[in-house]
């Protein structure tokens, strides 16, 4: 054998002290299993040492590697029109790939420290990656993206090294606990197929992508699990504790027993209160409130049923766009949103418009970099200045109506003009449509997002251009406070029960009533056991959510009256601080919800 095993602690066979890792507690349940570690690109490669006579192979296949990502680069970059915003990053990305000072540092590696392609690169990449100046990249967002960019490259090369696919999760061959440092789109949208026990990732938070998907589909997770990666062997037993937020590796058996027991316990409870889906959602009193499902994968709209959901408040389009060098095409999208209305009809559907841009996968659309992307090229605004784009999934959409009834909701509205521009799209998308002689319903209601501080403010000023609004308190707690929402030093200052958003979301549901318009609540907060009384006591009676939480809150509600809330609400708008809030939540519902608050029924 030519190639020298790099240093390795072998295997020891003794109990291992438990250990306890605190991260966020992203999807309810508890699981025990074998862990997978997966970790990402850069740690999943074998790391060879090898012998000189090989070092011109090793270059020979770094070079291919350069050529077989550049292939796929110019690929993309061709398929993207002439002007097109995006192209002066791909060619960025081009020149980076043939920057001698990344080749200068992989050869270095291959030829003085006999190390393998992969590995030689991988240390390059991060060797030239570390010359930026230390930033948290929770804090400086410019320089963590010209990381990421290296990052991004570095990837793309390991990818054509490795043969390693678009995901990264192998294919579950046994139920198993999947550990990494963040799960891609495509790595969940797998798990629909091949669910896992559960998920442990260092990064993200309760509203991040990987929560989201893990509450959908009903699988534990715990997200934010800092090391989580250094301490966890693939093969380890570990608990991943998704009610409190805690992973366990190694445990012992008591520490196995008591999760067992809570996993029963929390599966018991969550089987009780879905055998009440069928039951309209009402308070004590007797009102009724409407539950909707907040969706991300087509194939969600089937667990939304199944939940008891009276239909799609949110469907995120922009998973359509993600994890794909080509734009999804208009039938495409149409086979997608047709799908989602017949397995929902007669319930109504509300397909927001792509929310692309800020922290939504920035980098499969290519978007150009900017300093604050939260504050730059999404949503809206992205979709008005590429209209080419936007009419492909207006057009789609308005088809998928003929199958049902089917709202269109517009993301990051922040001025009257925006959606004035939206509806002449929308009319023109119709008009296309109707000149194929293809179906569509006569009326399609066009609504928005009320995300951006100054739509909320000004709210009684839209009502004559938007024909319902949905708030959505994850970004409008992000602009009005301030806190950018993957922010996890921040992450506990971004409440969405602030004084000043309850202020907002009063000030919409008064402005959505004077203009005779629905509003709902499509933001995380609406499923928030504590917080859900609250926003009825506002006004609401409209609240979209994962459909995994539908459950609950229709049980949370059943024992409250509207007296109740809006005694609750008028104590929270009264607060000053954020704790006073909760405070008036703890006290006023605390005992009242507590079983519904452990998650297993105690
Ligand atoms: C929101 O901002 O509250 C929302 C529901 O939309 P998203 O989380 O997709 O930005
Ligand atoms: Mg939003």
């Not at 003794?14 to 740690?43: W, Y």
């Not at 300093?371 to 009419?391: H, I, S, W, Y």
């Not at 104590?571 to 006023?588: P, Q």
Request: proline share 5%; hydrophobic share 45%.
């Amino acid at each position: 054998m030519n190639s020298r095993p790099p240093p390795s602690s072998s295997s020891i066979d003794v109990v291992l002290p438990s250990v306890q890792l605190k991260g966020i507690a992203g999807s309810p349940g508890v699981a025990v299993g074998p862990a997978l570690v997966v970790g990402d690109v850069h740690t999943a490669y074998v790391r060879r040492y090898i012998h000189t006579a090989h070092i011109a192979a090793e270059l020979e296949r770094v070079k291919k590697a350069v050529e077989a990502a550049q292939v796929a680069l110019r690929e993309v970059s061709r398929s993207l029109s002439g002007a097109h915003d995006q192209k002066p990053i791909l060619e960025a990305y081009l020149m980076m790939l043939a920057d001698p000072l990344l080749h200068e540092e992989i050869e270095r590696r291959i030829r003085d420290d006999k190390k393998c392609a992969e590995w030689a690169l991988a240390g390059a990449a991060e060797a030239i990656a570390s010359r930026f100046p230390a930033a948290s990249h929770d804090t400086d967002s410019y320089i963590s993206e010209r990381k990421h960019d290296v990052e991004f490259v570095a990837d793309r090369l390991l990818r054509a090294l490795t043969g390693a696919p678009e995901r990264l999760i192998p294919k579950l061959d046994h139920p198993s606990i999947v550990v990494a440092r963040d799960l891609s789109p495509a790595d969940t949208a797998g798990m629909v197929k091949e669910p896992a026990l559960g998920f442990v990732t260092e990064v993200g938070s309760r509203t991040s992508h990987t929560s989201i998907m893990a509450r959908a589909l009903e699988i534990p997770a715990v997200v934010g699990a800092d090391g989580a990666l250094a301490a966890v062997r693939t093969g380890d037993t570990i608990i991943v504790d998704g009610l409190r937020g805690l992973v366990t590796i190694h445990p012992s058996e008591d520490q196995l027993a008591d999760a067992t027991a809570r996993a029963a316990r929390h599966l018991a409870f969550a089987k009780g209160l879905l055998a009440k889906r069928d039951m309209p959602c009402t308070t004590a009193c007797g009102v009724r409130i409407s539950l909707k499902a907040n969706v991300e994968l087509p194939a969600e709209a089937t667990l939304a049923i199944e939940h008891g959901a009276e239909g799609i408040g949110l469907y995120r389009t922009e998973f359509l766009y993600v994890d794909r060098a080509t734009l999804p095409s208009e039938e495409e999208q149409y086979d997608v949103y047709r799908a989602i209305v017949q397995t929902v009809s007669p319930r109504p559907v509300v397909l927001r418009t792509f929310d692309i841009g800020g922290d939504k996968f920035a980098s499969s659309f290519q978007l150009p970099a900017e300093m604050n992307p939260a504050l730059g090229l999404r949503a809206v605004r992205l979709a008005l200045r590429r209209p080419e784009v936007f009419l492909v999934q207006l057009r789609a959409m308005v088809r998928a109506s003929a199958h049902g009834d089917v709202r269109v909701m517009v993301p990051m509205v922040a001025s009257v003009d925006e959606m004035r521009a939206v509806r002449t799209l929308l009319e023109r998308a119709q008009a296309d449509v109707d000149e194929r002689g293809q179906a569509r319903a006569k009326d399609m209601p066009l609504g928005m997002m009320v995300e951006v501080p100054s739509a909320a403010v000004m709210a009684d000023m839209f009502t004559e251009d938007a024909e319902f609004f949905s708030l959505g308190t994850n970004d409008l707690v992000q602009y009005s406070l301030a806190i950018d929402r993957t922010s996890r030093p921040l992450a506990d200052l971004a409440s969405a029960v602030h004084p000043s958003i309850l202020r907002l979301v009063q000030g919409v549901v008064r402005a959505a009533a004077n203009g005779n318009i629905p509003v709902a609540v499509c933001g995380a907060v609406a499923s928030d056991i504590l917080a859900v009384p609250l926003l009825v006591g506002l006004g609401l009676r409209e609240l979209s959510m994962e459909a995994a939480a539908i459950p609950e809150i229709k049980a949370a509600l059943a024992r409250v009256t509207i007296d109740q809330c809006e005694k609750i609400a008028a104590r929270a708008l009264d607060a000053r601080t954020v704790t006073e809030v909760d405070e008036v939540l703890a006290e006023e519902l605390g005992t009242l919800f507590q079983d519904l608050l452990s998650g297993t029924g105690e």
